[in-house]
């Protein structure tokens, strides 16, 4: 019986369940299917995915694109083509960003223009190159002037760009680069490791890696290197790939509709349209004036609207976060597009918001024409073609279905000023496109299911193949508790008895806890509120929001019987191993619904309108991803088949007495099935005394275990 191709691509002796994956991926990528793909902690999904894929691909003359939004996932993704392409050779790339990749430290359009002035100056240096060749050989020829004359005026051309060029991409374009490539593609190279060799040589690492992508079989990346529009057509135009040829993998693929909505999202500032309106003052254009009338009205209308909605008192409570302004009336239209349109006095707002457009990219390549020539030190952004190209959007998407409308203010010290975004509620504006285009794509997961949920937000069409797989590590070494506490209402959180209740379940928790113990809540004020309450004899860590969650982790995984409090929407709560030692167990504590604002319930009402259902709209914005959540955070412990460890789930919504009695508000339904049956209902007063048990089978305790 021959071997399945995707064996070669395989560096271990499968499990039976990868075997089964594996089969079910290969054929599906034959058919031009997409593959939902969920698998808990050790499935080993990611060779699962990759090796089929890259069968089919190297079979069909296609590149293999995996992609991830968590950068320990890259890691992993680096260390699994490693191993693949020390079984079977493959060329694989990892792509970064440019700003990271940079040596001159430029932002992109300042680098574009630096790049576009170098290669013109090797053009001209290979000129003058000739031109120098032909003036010897009409040495004492009456031909010789014109030569030299031309040649003065290269070198005079020269001169001009010397200053606007890049080094490194200059070497690119003149040195021998092919010793670089054979480094590159002897191993799968970090971005890291790029860029140091580059550097030393003297080279350029991120075009290289651009002129070099072309025929390789994996392409590492980040998610916007698909989900961005414009991103996506420059990257597979350096893959020398259509969509067609290309076969998607996504990790951690729960993310991806909220990864869509942020590519997704356009944004204008007050100091941009401040900028465009600096701009039309200087400008000697007689597209001025039109463009003047609607760039101003824009300005006047955004001011005059967070101005209107902010209360007495609430301008100076005002932060360095933007904060949403409702915006929304019954007329119709927002108020700042009513705003807008009052302000509005020219002679036809379509006819004006052209000739902005028209002369912002005039501008635009003045800006451009000037850098190249030295005559300013960084290359300007237009900000009228910005402001131009916004609002027209504005005036086109703002009431469209699925689009919502948002005015917003911080103060940076400065005072307070304002922002407009037309932010997409609905993802498919992104991904469906992407699904169509692209040959077949894997998304994978730990937490996919339900696939209904996930297929329908993202535009999947045409039956998607659905794999799941859960723990396969052995049952006896995890418990998994809901506790039946109270139900952590966001109105009841403040009650003193209920506080108490959680606290003292949580300090049970944490005493019989032979090592680390995770505690997720709903939010980092929750968070600090049982930090503080807590009394713990062990040492005690908490994640704040803006400070480093990787330096507090590793404190964390470096003490011993410690508590770490953080919010189960931070960065510790998925795409981070706690293994072993690091954290035995992991609390979560409520139903960590996130602030249910404005634009949260534009998203609910989006689903109810798009998907046609009153119920649809809460269970796909709200309940779905944060129950999703929710098992990522309990997926931070049992990391391996010698692993062991308890889960805590503290709300009655979590137990089976709450589907009973609570119904509507139980989320114990949301879970796959066999999660739930793994799920161990247990009244506070006895949590202690089961954990003091399940560690003891477990011979966990270092000395003596607490008493009860």
């Known amino acids: 019986m021959s071997r399945p191709p995707y064996t070669d691509y395989f560096p ?13 991926i290969g054929d599906a990528l034959g058919d031009g299917r997409d593959v939902l793909f969920e698998g808990a902690t050790g499935t080993g999904k990611t060779l699962a995915a990759l090796a089929p894929a890259l069968a089919y691909a ?11 939004n968590v950068h320990q996932q890259t890691r992993q993704f680096i260390e699994e083509a490693r191993a693949i392409t020390r079984q079977t050779p493959i060329r694989a790339v990892v792509f970064r960003g440019k700003l990271e990749m940079c040596h001159i430290d430029v932002d992109y359009a300042e680098c574009q223009a630096l790049r576009e002035a170098t290669r013109d100056a090797v053009d001209l240096e290979e000129d003058r190159e000739e031109l120098a060749e032909r003036a010897d050989a009409l040495e004492g020829e009456a031909g010789r002037g014109a030569v030299m004359d031309e040649l003065t005026a290269v070198e005079s051309e020269l001169e001009e760009l010397e200053e606007r060029t890049c080094d490194h991409y200059r070497a690119n374009l003149r040195e021998d680069t092919d010793p670089f490539y054979e480094w590159l593609f002897d191993d799968v190279r ?16 991120y075009e290289l890696l651009k ?38 993998v996504f990790d951690e693929s729960h993310n991806v509709e909220s990864a869509a909505r942020d590519h997704a999202a356009r944004t204008l500032t007050e100091t941009t349209l401040d900028g465009a309106l600096a701009e039309l003052e200087e400008a000697d254009d007689p597209r001025a004036g039109p463009a003047e009338n609607v760039v101003s009205a824009f300005r006047d209308a955004l001011q005059e609207t967070y101005d209107e909605a ?58 451009q024409q000037a850098y190249k020539r030295g005559e300013t030190a960084t290359r300007k952004d237009c900000r009228l073609l910005t402001v131009g190209r916004f609002v027209d959007d504005w005036l086109r998407d703002s009431d469209g279905e699925g689009q919502y409308p948002v005015v917003s203010v911080r103060d940076a010290g400065e005072g307070v000023y ?3 975004e037309l932010y997409t509620c609905i993802p498919q504006r992104v991904t469906a496109p992407l699904f169509e285009e692209l040959h077949a794509s894997v998304l994978m997961s730990a937490t996919l299911r339900p696939f209904d949920v996930l297929g329908a937000v993202l535009g999947l069409e045409d039956d998607p193949v659905e794999l799941a797989y859960g723990p396969q590590f052995p049952e006896d070494r995890r418990r998994t508790y809901a506790v039946d506490l109270p139900a952590l209402f966001a109105s009841r959180r403040g009650d003193p008895e209920i506080q108490d209740a959680v606290a003292g379940t949580l300090a049970d928790a944490v005493r019989f806890t032979p090592g680390n113990t995770l505690a997720f809540f709903p939010s980092y004020s929750e968070a600090e509120r049982y930090h503080d309450m807590l009394d713990l004899e062990g040492p005690t860590y908490l994640d704040r929001p803006g400070e480093s969650a990787e330096g507090l982790k590793r404190s964390f995984v470096a003490d011993d019987d410690a508590t770490l409090f953080t919010s189960l929407w931070g960065t510790l ?65 049992v990391r391996s088949p010698e692993d062991f460890g308890v889960r805590l789930l503290l709300d009655e919504r979590y137990t089976r007495r709450g589907r009973r009695e609570m119904r509507k508000y139980s989320v114990l339904e949301a879970f796959p099935e066999e999660e739930r049956d793994g799920i161990i209902d247990i009244q506070p007063e006895k949590l202690r005394f089961a954990m003091l048990n399940f560690y003891s089978d477990m011979d966990a305790w270092p000395a003596e275990p607490p008493t009860p």
Request: some cysteine.
């Open 310 to 367: 902010l209360a007495f008192g609430e301008r100076q409570a005002v932060g360095d976060d933007w904060e949403d302004l409702s915006i929304t009336n019954e007329r119709g239209r927002d108020d700042l597009t009513l705003a807008f349109l009052e302000a509005y006095t020219g002679q036809g707002i379509h006819g004006d918001l052209d000739s902005a457009v028209e002369l912002g990219e005039a501008l635009d390549e003045q800006y």
């Open 211 to 248: 002129e070099g992508m072309e025929g390789i079989d994996l392409a590492i990346c980040n998610y916007h290197h698909l989900l961005d529009p414009m991103i996506r057509e420059q990257f597979l135009r350096w893959l020398g790939r259509e969509p067609e040829e290309v076969v998607a």
């Open 573 to 637: 709560a998925e795409g981070v191993s706690f293994d072993g030692d690091d954290a035995r167990t992991v609390a979560v504590v409520g139903v960590p619904y996130p602030r249910l604002d404005d634009r949260a319930e534009a998203v609910q009402d989006a689903y109810e309108t798009a998907f046609d259902g009153g119920e649809v709209g809460w269970r796909y914005a709200v309940e779905v991803p944060t129950v999703r959540k929710t098992r990522q955070a309990l997926g931070r412990v």
């Open 58 to 68: 190297r079979a069909a003359d296609k590149t293999v694109v995996i992609t991830t």
């Open 418 to 420: 304002g922002r407009a």
């Open 12 to 24: 271990y002796e499968p499990y039976d369940h990868q075997r089964e994956a594996m089969d079910a």
């Open 190 to 205: 970090t971005p890291e490791q790029i860029y140091e060799h580059a550097g030393e040589a003297g080279f350029c690492g």
